[in-house]
């Protein structure tokens, strides 16, 4: 696998994590699969659908500044897994330091045209 692919994909993935916490869902959105699903933590089937997965993963609580620690790719013909743990910072009421709060995350990607869409989402709390 190219170092490229690698560094194509976790950009993206860093793009969807990093505009989720700026509530920023036309950047999201702009690589997601109309049809995207989402998991949770024992494997069941959240969310099908951009707008049901929206209204799962935007959580307004879970602003901050939020970063990818830990990434892997692995790709196949066309379909690529990028795993990693999602960390967010934020600032709590009534608490001076900031707070942190961490995720495992997969994402699946399926390649179109000339980039990478995400079509799957597990995400756990960790």
Known sequence: MSRHLCSEL??????QVES????????????????????????????EGLEAHKGLYFDPAMGGRAAIVGAQVKVAEGAAVVTYTRVVSFAAEGVSAAQERRFI?????????AGWVNVHLHSTEA
């Open 20 to 47: 989720a916490g700026r509530d920023d869902w036309a950047t999201y959105s702009s690589v997601c699969a109309a049809d995207i699903s989402q998991a949770g933590a024992d494997g069941e089937l959240l969310s």
């Open 105 to 113: 995350e997969s994402r699946v990607f399926r390649r179109e045209g």
């Open 10 to 15: 976790l950009a993206t993935a860093a793009l």
